[in-house]
């Protein structure tokens, strides 16, 4: 196969890291970690400026008609900087909500707003018992004449505190985990009845608990069929997985290096630790692990757009069970291979471990993501 990339794709990811390179430093992302909301605005009307914001929507909503391909030098570059901003959130999660099941109007008034940084987005999916489940939804949305009235409560809403729009899942008809009955709505963060509390992460995003009471929302507000929202949700968080894995991959890459590059300057008993073969077999095997997820990360950049909905699942799963493994490995031992100074908050080391061990939870861990495939296995064999 050919992983050439092309001029474009080769000068988009120039740009992006570039960018980074320049401007995002540790020392500035600690800076940017202190803003209220925990991201730049500054670096946000920058990336509008690159024309990242609106890279994965088609050019006739306002993109640029990105791919997958296209998502994933985006985000390695930022799991090599550990970047703050809401473009998962906003982009890749609402955003691409929006481009599935918006409607014309919808698409010209919000993916024009992301592409322009004028406004950013959160995905609100996740209840406090819902784990990894997208269709165990509690939160209602009955029917009122011509709108819908949503009462429920939404947990750890990446980037939910500062977002100017959420995009809320709740039950329109059904059961707890039904599969049917679950609509989108768009929620302004303003709109009567909506309370949020924002907190940081481990990692240094922040997210959001969200209670809805009441909250009114018309029918030009609602996205696709009210009671089909499932398959979207389940392709965005296809397409989000995607997107983690290769920014995965950027933050294990980055960790790698820092810890060979500390290898080659610590010294114990008068000599660097970097000769001492034991360490060099450790960090040839950080090396063999990053080389493991990277493949799987271009894997699933490649496999996102699969039509078939049970094996895009499967395939995405299998990618990230390989980036979760890999994940914790070099993690690990980046920071047994610091020391006491892997471990400090004055040092990157154990930001990137906190960063990966986030992404390994996000959309499904390993022992999760094993699991579906497993279930794929099991439905193929029955076949």
Request: proline share 2%; net charge negative.
């Amino acid at each position: 196969m050919d992983f050439d990339l092309s001029e474009e794709q080769q000068l988009l990811k120039d740009s992006v890291e570039g960018f980074l390179s320049d401007t995002y430093g540790f020392e500035e992302r600690k800076k940017i970690a202190a803003l209220p909301g925990g991201w730049s605005p500054e670096v946000w009307a920058k990336f509008a400026e690159l024309g990242i914001l609106g890279l994965p929507f088609a050019e006739e909503d306002g993109g640029f008609g990105g791919g997958a391909v296209e998502t994933m030098l985006v985000f390695e570059s930022f799991g090599k900087h550990l970047v703050l901003e809401p473009y998962l959130a906003t982009v890749v999660l609402a955003g691409g909500v929006l481009k599935r099941a918006g409607s014309a109007e919808q698409k010209a008034a919000h993916i024009a707003a992301i592409a322009e940084g004028t406004s950013t987005y959160a995905l609100a999916t996740t209840e406090r018992h819902s784990r990894y489940d997208l269709f165990d939804v509690t939160t209602t949305a009955k029917k009122d004449g011509g709108s819908f009235v949503l009462d429920g409560e939404k947990a750890v809403v990446v980037h939910g505190g500062t977002a100017d729009h959420l995009v809320v899942s709740a039950r329109t008809a059904g059961a707890r985990r039904d599969k049917g009955g679950i609509g989108l709505f768009l929620v302004a963060a303003d709109a009567a009845g909506l309370s949020r509390r924002s907190s940081p992460t481990q990692d240094g995003t922040h997210a959001a608990e969200v209670t809805l009471s009441g909250v009114r929302v018309d029918a030009a507000h609602v996205l696709g069929d009210p009671e089909g929202g499932l398959p979207i949700l389940e392709a965005v968080a296809d397409e989000a997985i995607a997107a983690l894995c290769a920014e995965a991959v950027g933050a294990m890459s980055e960790l790698t290096d820092v810890t060979v590059d500390y290898l080659k300057q610590r010294k114990q008993f008068g000599i660097n630790i970097g000769q001492f073969q034991a360490l060099q077999h450790r960090a040839a095997e950080m090396f063999v692990a990053l080389e493991q997820a990277r493949s799987m990360a271009m894997f699933a950049a490649m496999t996102a757009a699969t039509e078939d909905a049970r094996e895009r699942r499967a395939l995405a799963s299998a990618a990230k069970v390989q980036i979760g493994r890999s994940a914790k490995f070099i993690g690990q031992q980046g920071i047994q291979l610091h020391g006491g100074i892997g471990m400090t908050m004055e040092y990157k080391a154990g930001h990137y471990f906190k960063r990966l061990t986030m992404i390994d939870t996000l959309f499904g861990d390993a022992d999760h993501h094993i699991s579906e495939v497993a279930d794929y296995g099991r439905l193929v064999a029955a076949a």
